[in-house]
């Protein structure tokens, strides 16, 4: 009975379609980015013994909630800039956001990185936003620094 009322509802009102929808778009980043960070086993469990297999899915856990705590940090501080700026953020639209985007993580190699360079960046303990550049059409493009 609930399946009717669900399928029903779900092809009679495109509000709540549209709901299911974004709320499917949220999961699917999250399961990509999880997929990326398994990359090495080509995301298969290839422990003989649970215990070993329960170690393995929780350090994939773990990685995917740093990766996510970082992002979302970092998604605050674009948006609190974006309002300094006096550019305006509704609310609203933050319930849009899902932080379990990858294209900002290097996956493959290795990133030579200057310390001392870096830590002298730091703000409040943070790297800095890398600063935009809005044209005339309010297009906004990063600039990479």
Known sequence: MRRTIHAARYLSDPVYRRKISRQ?????PLHAL???LHYAQHGTIVRPHLQDQTEQAWCLTILTNAV???TTEYY???IKELRVQGREVPDELLSFIAPG???NINFFGFIEVDIEAELAKLHDGRRPLRPTLVNESGTTFLINS
């Open 34 to 36: 999880r997929r990326d």
């Open 76 to 78: 605050g501080m674009a």
């Open 24 to 28: 499917l778009n949220k999961g699917e």
């Open 68 to 70: 996510i705590t970082w």
């Open 101 to 103: 985007h990858r294209e």
